[in-house]
């Protein structure tokens, strides 16, 4: 038999129950509440992952004075004038935008132009570690350029390979929308391969394009041509690539050319949102068909007809031959953890189920803290239900080892590594360029719902702030 709780008290009960669930979901509520502007680099957890302290000095460095060496007269000079026309956003009037093309050791000068972009816009050379004020992140490298204003950059084109251009203001809308385009740049010496030809990937809403096109596009190319298909996914989910009527080889993946890729009968290889592939085949006399996820195609030299999606992948923790990396991972000055999860709380004061990273939501995230010249090793985890397409800006980064299974295959350079729920990669990178450089997830609304995190360098001050007058919104 219980005994009965008077109503005066249980009333009493009921209004602490009350209290104890609302007074912290408000305290979390107000703490989840951003500045009207902030400066990035104060945010977030700092991590030093084991290493030395750093500082992120009032006195230091200034990222707005990280702008490289490039004196002199530029070899590649571009004016372009980004613009939205009936929902999308245009570069030079169209999208994508055009191709930027370089040789290595160019000095490359692009004059970003605003001509009615209401929330402002930049450009991000993705995959190209460019020196940090040239990086593009509105708030963190630059202020958003305004309608009617406009920007210089310039930078030296270091490393050969498949790059692209795209805003990082508002960027989950802007780029989706279609203010981006590709980066080529050939090694100084002349291309081996008969034709060379670039497809960006792309979706307009439903419509799914290659260089703005639907459906299958013939490229000029005869049989016996050595060609090279430069794939560049601009949208925010994976897809699978794959070439009917004759073998191919992964030349390249994200701007970093494999070594020895053997050729490849049937199987698929995954691009990552953000990603680049390039593939390299020799057109047979029937024509060869490149296959992107079975909604667009390349045709070179014929068409030999619409394949399904092979089963089989190319895996490229062990696809290539070994070689050296250049350093050694095995000591590393810092060891950082980016595990990402799910879960429910307050992002900016409103409700939802949000992005984590080690357990935390934006803007608690971590800043990941070095010094030039460590030795960084970073173990992505993520249990979030959902796949994530990494993307560290200024470095890139190589895959040591994915569910603690060693990479045996060619050194695996990324800047843009999709990392499947429950899964788990091990990576490296050198921290060779001093700055404040995002690192996010690449599904572009992903990132706008707080799946950043940021790595800064010892004494570096940052020379932006987020939000503001200045009006910047990276994600
Ligand atoms: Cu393609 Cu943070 O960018
Ligand atoms: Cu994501």
Known sequence: MGRTVPPRLRLLLACLA??????????????????????MAAMGSLDLGGG???????????????????????DVRERYVVSKRDGRFLVNGSTPGPVLRARVGDLVEVVLVNENVADGATLHWHGIDVPNAMDGVAGVTQDAVMPGQSLTYRWVAEDPGTYWYHSHQVSHEQVRKGLLGAVVITPATAPRVAVDEVAVLHAYGTTFTVNGTEGASAVPARAGDRVRVRVVNTDNTALPVWVSGTSYTVAAVDGHDVHRPTPVEGDSVLLTAGGRVDLELTVPAGGARVEYGGKAATLLGGDPGKTRAPRERVDLLTYGAPARLGFDPEEPDRRFEYRIGRRLGFLDGKPGRWWTVNGHTFPDTPMYAVREGDVVVVDIENNSGE?????????????????????TGSPWWTDSLDVATGDSYRVAFVADNPGIWMDHCHNLPHAADGLTAHLMYDGVQSSYRVGGKAGNEPE
């Not at 009350?18 to 400066?39: H, Q």
């Not at 796949?387 to 990479?407: F, I, K, Q, T």
């Open 18 to 39: 009350t209290a104890a669930l609302v007074v912290p979901l408000g305290l979390m509520w107000r703490s989840s509440l951003l500045p009207d502007s902030y400066d």
């Open 387 to 407: 796949s994530h397409p990494m993307h560290l800006h200024g470095h890139h980064v190589v895959v040591l080892s994915r569910n603690g299974v060693e990479a």
């Open 52 to 74: 030395e302290p750093v500082t992120h000095a009032h006195h230091g460095t200034a990222v707005a004075s990280l702008v490289g060496d490039t004196s002199g007269e530029p």
